[in-house]
C-alpha cells in the first residue's frame, strides 16, 4: 500500500508499504481524511522521543471497515468509522478511577504502532466508533482533536457561566476550543494570534474579537473588549513562555486558566501572583471515552464543522504540507489529508 513515511527529522517519504493485517482482536480500516496533528509537527521535527522512525504517523483520521479479526462482532464491512485512538490497560489506578487518559502505560495509535497517514491502518476493535454515514469524512475525523478541545474548554468553564473566555493559538485545538465555548455559553469569545491571516480565519468562524498580541497592549485591548466583567476564562492552546505569562497576567482573580498546548516544558510563573489570586491553573491532556463520543455527536449533528478554517490536500504531499506547517505558510486552522486531495 502507499504510506507517508516519517524517516528523518524533517523528512517524509510517500512509499509503498506492506499492508497491514488484522489480528483476532482488530480491524482494517480503509482510510478516507487523516487531519495532521500540531503534535506531529514537533514529531516530524524530531522533537519528540516518543515517535521513533521509520513510523507511519496518522491519529486523526475516519475511514471505512475493509476486514475484521475472528474475535471481532458487530461492526460491519464497508462501515464508516472514526478511531479513539488512546489505547489504555484497564488495570491501573488512573484506568480503575476512569482517567483512561492518565494509563501509566497509555499507547496512541501513530505513536507507538502504525497510525493512518497510509491507505489502511489496523486498529483494536475496541477503539472503533461509528459514524453516521452522511457524516463528512474529512468532519469525522476532527473527533479526535475535538475530543481533546472540548474536554479542555468543559473543565475551563465549569465555575463560570457566561463567561468571557480568551483563547491563545487559532491553530485546529485553538479553534475547536473557542466552538466548544461557543456551544458552552461563552458571552464574548477573543482569539489572539501571531499570525494575520489565521485570525482572519477565526473571525470568522469561531471569535467575537481577534487581535494580534504583538501589535498592541494585550490587558489593553481585552480591559476595551470586555469592561468590568473581565477574563474568568484563558485557555492557551499555543503553550509558550509568552501566552503562559500573559494568561495569567489578565485573568480575573478566582477564574482559570487552561493549559493545553504542549510548546514548551520549562515555563517561568508567578505564583504568588496565582496564589494572592486564587486562580486555578488546570492541564488537560486527551480525553475520557465519553467526550470522545461526544465529540462524534456534535459533528454528526452539524454543531461542529470543518467549513472555513481546514483544507484538504493529498497524502502524496504529506512532507509538502508538513513543511508548510512549520514554516508558516499555511492560512487555514488545520490540514487534512485524503489520497488524492478531494473529498472521499
Not at 497509555?106 to 461509528?130: M, N
Given at each position: 500500500m502507499q504510506a507517508?513515511?516519517?524517516?528523518?527529522?524533517?523528512?517524509?517519504?510517500y512509499n509503498v508499504i506492506d499492508k497491514p493485517v488484522p489480528l483476532h482482536h482488530e480491524v482494517l480500516i480503509h482510510v478516507e481524511a487523516v487531519g495532521i496533528c500540531g503534535s506531529e509537527i514537533e514529531g516530524y521535527l524530531g522533537h519528540n522521543s516518543l515517535r521513533v522512525p521509520p513510523l507511519v504517523m496518522g491519529h486523526e483520521f475516519c475511514g471505512r471497515i475493509e476486514a475484521a479479526g475472528q474475535d471481532v462482532s458487530g461492526l460491519l464491512k464497508g462501515q464508516k468509522v472514526v478511531v479513539n485512538p488512546l489505547l489504555h490497560c484497564g488495570v491501573c489506578g488512573s484506568c480503575r478511577k476512569g482517567h483512561t487518559q492518565l494509563c501509566i502505560a497509555?499507547?496512541?495509535?501513530?505513536?507507538?504502532?502504525?497510525?493512518?497517514?497510509?491507505?489502511?491502518?489496523?486498529?483494536?476493535?475496541?477503539?472503533?466508533?461509528?459514524?453516521?454515514?452522511e457524516t463528512d469524512p474529512v468532519r469525522a475525523s476532527l473527533a479526535e482533536p475535538l475530543a481533546c478541545s472540548l474536554r479542555a474548554t468543559r473543565r475551563a468553564m465549569q465555575r463560570h457561566a457566561f463567561a468571557n473566555v480568551v483563547i491563545f493559538g487559532a491553530g485546529g485545538i485553538g479553534i475547536l476550543c473557542a466552538k466548544s465555548a461557543r456551544l458552552l455559553g461563552?458571552?464574548?469569545?477573543?482569539?489572539?494570534?501571531?499570525?494575520?491571516?489565521?485570525?482572519?480565519?477565526?473571525?470568522?468562524?469561531?471569535?467575537?474579537?481577534t487581535f494580534n498580541p504583538l501589535q498592541c497592549d494585550i490587558k489593553a485591548e481585552i480591559a476595551a473588549i470586555t469592561g468590568d466583567k473581565g477574563v474568568d476564562v484563558v485557555i492557551d492552546a499555543a503553550g509558550f513562555q509568552p501566552t503562559r505569562t500573559a494568561a495569567i497576567a489578565i485573568v480575573n482573580p478566582g477564574g482559570t486558566v487552561m493549559n493545553i498546548g504542549l510548546g514548551i516544558d520549562d515555563t517561568v510563573i508567578p505564583v504568588n501572583v496565582q496564589i494572592r489570586s486564587e486562580i486555578e491553573l488546570l492541564g488537560s491532556f486527551c480525553y475520557t471515552q465519553q467526550d470522545f463520543l461526544d465529540a462524534v455527536g456534535l459533528l454528526e449533528g452539524g454543531r461542529v464543522t470543518e467549513e472555513g478554517w481546514t483544507e484538504v490536500r493529498p497524502l502524496s504531499a504529506g512532507n509538502e504540507a508538513f513543511q508548510d506547517l512549520i514554516n508558516g505558510r499555511v492560512k487555514s486552522g488545520k490540514i487534512c489529508l485524503t489520497l488524492d486531495g478531494e473529498r472521499a
Open positions: 507517508l513515511v516519517w524517516t528523518a527529522a524533517e523528512t517524509m517519504e497509555r499507547q496512541i495509535i501513530g505513536i507507538h504502532r502504525q497510525g493512518a497517514f497510509g491507505e489502511w491502518v489496523v486498529v483494536p476493535a475496541s477503539s472503533v466508533v461509528p459514524v453516521a454515514e461563552a458571552e464574548r469569545i477573543i482569539v489572539l494570534d501571531t499570525h494575520d491571516e489565521r485570525l482572519q480565519m477565526a473571525a470568522g468562524v469561531a471569535a467575537d474579537y
